[in-house]
């Protein structure tokens, strides 16, 4: 069997199986272009693997993704007898630690979400307006949603009544319930009763969150509004964080500061981790690990729960 019939059936079976896989399969399409296609899995040599990891600069991340997209599809191809062994180096280097994120202070916050400077931000936008940029923030960090996840949201998806959003298709192919507290339904709501006043949600499969001309929020106007938004508000990264606080740290921010409130209650933290992971749509807890970094506040009311356990206390 070629390599390129390899790959495409690898791609297939990891479909078939549930994944989206759409950048391991651009990686391995990509791949073709150092290897011979029509030739033989077992024709690919190890110089043709380091050349196409090594790519044009310094070691990066997108390196370690190339090297564990190559290595799950030998491993593939070899249980399927498509190859007989791997071209994969056995010495390859580690990837630069990636730095952890952001978490926003309340303070931050609440500038980030000021009226005013939202509608300053995103004056370049014609299609975006305030209100619904500021709907999104919020929606982003009060139900700690993906980026694709709040702007794909139709008007069918937002159960205001039960205060329950459906999150469809993420990241693993899965959909989800997600219920939301009292103000950021309120503030749904709002937001609800003014785009129907401008005429901008006409059906039931409409995007809730909107442009002007009712089609979906464009990442890069967001991205370049928000990068606006966060140089108005006075908020940059900080030594052993990142440089630039994204969109994304939203989610990260959700996350920490529902574990720092779950702490100050003398809640069953451990017991309710499970829940935090579920709701944030990870498919198990390694994936909630990352958006755990240790705050100031966070590792406080760690302590704390930690020096009434040692004292004899209930460790609720």
């Not at 630039?244 to 996350?255: G, T």
């Not at 240790?294 to 609720?316: C, H, I, K």
């Amino acid at each position: 069997m070629t390599l390129h019939e390899a790959i495409k059936r690898y791609i297939a079976w990891r479909r078939a199986h549930g994944a989206k896989f759409a950048s391991g399969a651009d990686i391995l399409r990509c791949f073709l272009r150092y290897a011979d296609g029509d030739a033989a899995c077992d024709a690919v040599t190890t110089t043709q693997v380091l050349t196409f990891l090594a790519g044009n600069g310094p070691l990066t991340r997108y390196r370690e993704n190339k090297y564990y997209a190559l290595t799950g599809f030998w491993r593939h191809a070899i249980s399927r007898g498509y190859a007989t062994h791997s071209p994969l180096p056995d010495n390859e280097p580690r990837s630069p630690i990636r730095p952890p994120p952001y978490i926003y202070s309340r303070e931050e916050l609440r500038r980030l979400f000021d009226p005013a400077n939202l509608e300053i931000s995103r004056r370049g936008a014609v299609q975006l307006d305030a209100a619904t940029f500021r709907t999104l923030l919020l929606l982003l960090y009060g139900a700690g949603l993906r980026f694709s996840e709040a702007t794909g949201l139709t008007v069918a998806d937002v159960d205001l009544t039960e205060a329950v959003l459906t999150i469809r298709a993420t990241k693993f192919y899965k959909s989800r319930l997600a219920p939301i507290g009292p103000q950021l339904s309120a503030t749904l709501d709002a937001h609800m009763t003014l785009r129907q006043r401008d005429g901008i949600l006409p059906g039931k499969d409409s995007f809730f969150l909107a442009n002007r001309d009712g089609t979906r929020l464009a990442s890069s106007t967001v991205y370049e509004a928000f990068d606006t938004l966060r140089r108005i508000a006075g908020i940059s990264g900080r030594a052993g964080g990142r440089t630039v606080p994204r969109l994304h740290d939203f989610r990260h921010s959700f996350a920490v500061h529902r574990l720092t409130a779950w702490y100050r209650e003398g809640a069953d933290v451990q017991r309710l981790l499970p829940v935090l992971s579920t709701y944030l749509g990870h498919a198990d807890l390694e994936g909630t690990k990352v958006y755990l970094s240790m705050t100031p506040e966070l590792l406080q009311q760690a302590s704390l729960r930690f020096a009434r356990y040692v004292d004899g206390g209930r460790d609720a």
